[in-house]
């Protein structure tokens, strides 16, 4: 067996420029496709992370109608008791009561329709990290009688800045309107065109003057453990509301995450098949080149399997050569544009538009370097077969009589 690997490794060397090309060819569709990997892998990590940290938080309440009847009287149902079973959950970190309503935001300059979203400072900053994404102001940390945060999309299209005046509009239980002037304290910008363009944040204290009445539409959790889990254990003590992590409530991105894996698998195999080609081609070329040496080892009764083996060796070579090669320089790739950033400023208006960051960090879990590194040298495996084949059905006095 030995030896059989030394002839194929001199083989391979036979013809130094293609073999070169070859291991070039492996090595940098290994490290391409891992780039692409890990460039649509930071996409998907980046649209989660955003979402759960900054808009919606890892589990979500509400009344079981309160999607299809927003109306602001449909509150959540006894809160004193799923309180308790919040305060008593040692998986949970945080948690954050909302006023939520659709209102019309009035400023000198135009109106736009908004939502209005009623918040303890406090424990909303516990939960989420909007307030570390304020370009301007603070958040809602303001002695103003009336504060508001904006999100920096409608500051731009209400032309709102620090200490602005906008007025809110939106009805009471009462169905009567109620119409009071905020002051701009603070601008948010994470990055999201349609939750900056829409979304405004009140204190629920101020909200609670206005209404007259405590009104919680919606509590945010965050935990420190898998988010399904934690929901269903509020749910087995609390029947009477919606309770969703975020991967049942926005099944959209959960799809996509999903999805990933088996993009991975469809990306990896494309890669393969593709270099499959280009070893299974060098291969029967250098088959060619030798015809009338493989003619003179079949005559003196050179057993064939040795001779297969001998040309499966060669494959696996070029296999084990460049696969290394990829590998590392995939994996230094995405551990440099994971600290660093790839930087996409040149599609921030696009990327902002659909919810992403100009700056994209790069990562790819571990498990696809070790399953790309088997699936490369099983295809060279694959690859080295049918020229190996080929040899042996060579004509032996055919072989040596070739030019």
């Known amino acids: 067996m030995n030896t059989l690997f030394i002839i194929a490794w001199r083989n391979c060397w036979r013809n130094r420029l293609r073999s070169l090309i070859v291991i070039s060819a492996i090595a940098l569709g290994i490290w391409s496709s891992i780039f692409i990997m890990g460039f649509s892998t930071g996409f998907v990590n980046q649209r989660v992370d955003k979402m759960v940290q900054l808009e919606v938080g890892d589990i979500q309440i509400h009344s079981k109608t309160f999607d299809f009847d927003n109306d602001i009287s449909n509150t959540i149902l006894n809160k004193e008791t799923l309180i308790t079973t919040l305060k008593n959950n040692k998986n949970?970190?945080?948690?954050?009561?909302?006023?939520?309503?659709?209102?019309?935001?009035?400023?000198?300059?135009?109106?736009?329709?908004?939502?209005?979203?009623?918040?303890?400072?406090?424990?909303?900053?516990?939960?989420l990290n909007l307030a570390n994404r304020m370009s301007e102001g603070t958040f809602l940390d303001s002695k103003l009688a009336y504060p508001i945060v904006v999100g920096k999309k409608l500051a731009e299209e209400l032309h709102l800045k620090l200490n602005s005046k906008v007025q809110l509009n939106f009805t009471k239980t009462d169905a009567t309107q109620i119409s009071k002037n905020f002051k701009v304290c603070g601008i948010y910008a994470i990055g999201n065109d349609m939750f900056e363009g829409y979304t405004v944040f009140v204190p629920l204290s101020k909200i609670e003057k206005l209404t007259g009445k405590h009104l919680i539409h919606e509590i945010i959790v965050k935990t420190n453990i898998e988010s399904q889990f934690v929901a269903e254990e509020i749910i087995a003590k609390d029947a009477s509301n919606l309770i969703e992590s975020w991967n049942i409530r926005y099944p959209e991105i959960a799809y996509m995450i999903e999805m990933m894996d088996s993009s991975m698998f469809i990306l990896m195999s494309i890669i393969v098949f593709a270099l499959l080609f280009g070893i299974i081609n060098t291969l029967t070329m250098s088959i060619l080149e030798r015809?009338?040496?493989?003619?003179?080892?079949?005559?003196?009764?050179?057993?064939?399997?040795?001779?297969?083996?001998?040309?499966?060796?060669?494959?696996?070579?070029?296999?084990?050569?460049?696969?290394?090669?990829g590998v590392l320089l995939g994996y230094l790739t995405i551990s440099y544009y994971g600290v660093y950033g790839f930087d996409l400023t040149a599609f921030s208006k696009g990327m902002k538009a659909f919810g992403y960051d100009p700056i994209l960090y790069l990562a790819l879990e571990t498990k696809y370097y070790f399953m790309y590194t088997a699936y490369i040298l099983f295809a060279t495996i694959i690859g080295g077969l049918y020229p190996s084949r080929l040899a042996t059905k060579l004509n032996p006095i055919d072989a040596i009589r070739a030019i």
Do not use: C, D, W
């Open 92 to 127: 949970i970190v945080n948690y954050s009561e909302r006023f939520i309503s659709e209102a019309s935001a009035v400023t000198a300059h135009g109106q736009n329709g908004i939502k209005i979203i009623g918040v303890n400072p406090k424990n909303e900053s516990a939960v």
């Open 291 to 325: 015809k009338r040496e493989i003619g003179v080892l079949l005559a003196i009764g050179m057993n064939k399997h040795r001779i297969r083996g001998m040309i499966v060796s060669e494959s696996i070579i070029y296999g084990i050569i460049a696969t290394p090669i």
